[in-house]
C-alpha cells in the first residue's frame, strides 16, 4: 500500500517556475515507478513524466521536454517536478503516482493517486 500528497501548487505567472512535491508513505516505496499525470479543466488525464524506481531513467511527454524535471528521494520517500519556463497551457490540477509493475504512460496502468494540486499559470 502507498498513500501519495502532493504539494507545491499555486499561481504563477507564465515564464515563471515551480517545484512541485510527493510525499508518499508506505513500504518499500522504492519498488514503485513514479509518474506525474496532469488534467486540465474538461479534459482527460494526461502524462507528464515517469521515473524508475532507482531514478535511473525518466520519460517525459513532448510538450514539457527541456522545461520539466522529475526526480526522486527514497531515502526522504518524494518525488518532485520541476517546472521551469511555465505556460499558460500548464494550467492543470497535477498529480502523483505510484506503479508496481514497470513503467508506462497511461493512467489507468497506475495503482496510487495522490489528491492532486492545482497549478495555475497566468499569461
Known amino acids: 500500500q502507498v498513500q501519495l500528497v502532493e504539494s507545491g501548487g499555486g499561481l504563477v505567472e507564465a515564464g515563471g517556475s515551480l517545484r512541485l512535491s510527493c510525499a508518499a508513505s508506505?513500504?518499500?516505496?522504492?519498488?514503485?515507478?513514479m509518474g506525474w499525470f496532469r488534467q486540465a479543466p474538461g479534459k482527460e488525464r494526461e502524462f507528464v513524466a515517469v521515473?524508475?524506481?532507482?531514478?535511473?531513467?525518466?520519460y517525459y511527454t513532448d510538450s514539457v521536454k527541456g522545461r520539466f524535471t522529475i526526480s526522486r528521494d527514497n531515502a526522504q520517500k518524494t518525488v518532485a517536478l520541476q517546472m521551469n519556463s511555465l505556460k499558460a497551457e500548464d494550467t492543470a490540477v497535477y498529480y502523483c503516482?505510484?506503479?508496481?509493475?514497470?513503467?508506462?504512460?497511461?493512467?489507468?496502468?497506475?495503482?496510487?493517486w495522490g489528491q492532486g494540486t492545482q497549478v495555475t499559470v497566468s499569461s
Open positions: 503516482a505510484a506503479r508496481w509493475y514497470g513503467i508506462t504512460t497511461r493512467p489507468t496502468d497506475y495503482n496510487y
Open positions: 508506505g513500504r518499500t516505496f522504492s519498488s514503485y515507478a
Open positions: 521515473i524508475t524506481r532507482n531514478g535511473g531513467n525518466t
